[in-house]
């Protein structure tokens, strides 16, 4: 009964979202079945990244056992995940094209094609552009990507097929070894022989690129792929020669905190009692007041509301490879194919493995988090309680006058508003029994920190937008 109860919360949850996001976006928003917090202040003046931010959106998104809730798991997990999908690939052509390029290597044997002198002195056992590693390639396949890259001295491989269309080929060239350039006609006379394989290769070259700067950048983030620089919120000092892969945020902070402040944006949810059959524990509130707690349990007559006031949409998502700058990390495209390519000996990206180590579609195992909905900690309200109830009792002692002494709050025995780190007051009004946020500015832990770090602004984490690798860009709407 208790994931009966959950399934319930979080349906009834992901309805008030909808209701709540409607006039702002089209995106469909599903509620997380974790309590963690985001540090929404997440960028500092020289633009390094908040660490807590990073952690939280670096969580892997996996299915829930609470449809239609998602659940966010460690930070730096998808990150994880991600590099282990993307080791896990290969890129190869199809028969068709390895028919191809066995003839085209066939027909350059017979007529006796050789580039020595453009080759020069032979590389040593294993030696070959970075993104054949690993690849058994001939030693023409290896020379076409030295030429490609090497010799092009461009970020991604140069078609051969627009090399072999060129008058001067060499001045596609600027990084060819000294000399070089005197064996114009044998490379010509290599590309001629090659011609119909090139279109072929030039894709291999392609695919084999695209993956090896995908592992590269993500495995090792640096100023030069596209990393970001990382500060820590306790101090607000950036940690010195590290970065992160890095995700694209917006908006700014201030337009958060302005978000955040317009406390006329609610989401609220409630449930009776006789919902709770079976559940346990349905609130647990850990006060001075007493020692093992203050509980409200299956067995008590009640109406729960739990009201958000106070909200704000992140637009947030891993930054994406982009070919023409190799920079980035993310590229969920390969993924997505090699999915498709399960099975088949079509060309393009395939797994070493089947099943390959995660599941990146909806409602599996590997999903990023593309946006957010946070929002301030809710305002917890208990009616329809017996005078006796220790709740009941515990508030009414508090004198009007008077301040509780601060306490935290456990949902269902799983769910902590304000993601753990929120500290509430117990109180009466209107008959009922209030469970209110403290706000930030007037939490202890907040004001001994307040000179020295102005980055621990945080808000819950409601729900959000799922991105699967494992769905073609554009195959199926983001959180579906």
Known sequence: MADETLREYFVRLGREVDRAVAPYTSLSFLPYATSQDYCWVNLDPDGAFNQRSFACLSCRVERSPYPPAEAPQAPSSFPNGYIQMITALYYALGPAEQAVVAQARQRAAAAGVELPAVRGPRPAAGSSPHFLDGAACDPDIRLGAEIATEWSGAAAPLALEDLARAAAPFDLLPNAPAGAAGTEADLKRWLDAWSPALGAVDRMFAGMWRLSRVRANTATPSATNGGMRIFDPATGAVLPDHYQIAYRVAPASGDVGRQLADVTRTIRVEMASSLFAGAGIVLRYLCPAASAGLALTDQDSFLLSI??????????????????????????????????????????????????????????????????????????????????????????????????????????????????????????????VVLAPIPPSAQPFTRALAEDSPWLQAAEVVAGVTLWPGVPPGGVALGC
Not at 325 to 332: N, P
Not at 375 to 383: G, L, S, V, Y
């Open 307 to 432: 009201l958000y006031r106070g909200f704000a949409l992140i637009e947030a998502s891993p930054a994406a490879f982009d070919p023409d700058t190799a920079c980035g990390w993310y590229d969920g495209a390969m993924i997505a194919e090699a999915i498709a390519n399960q099975g088949t000996t079509q060309a393009g990206y395939h797994f070493v493995t089947d099943p390959p180590p995660y599941d990146p579609m909806p409602g599996g195992t590997l999903g990023a988090m593309a946006h957010l909905l946070i929002a301030n900690p809710p305002e917890i309200r208990i009616t329809g309680l017996a005078e006796t109830h220790p709740l009941v009792q515990a508030a009414t002692r508090i004198q009007p006058a008077a301040e509780s002494a601060p306490g935290r709050v456990t949902l269902f025995d799983q769910l902590s508003p304000g993601g753990g780190r929120a500290l509430y007051r117990l109180r009466r009004s209107d008959g009922a």
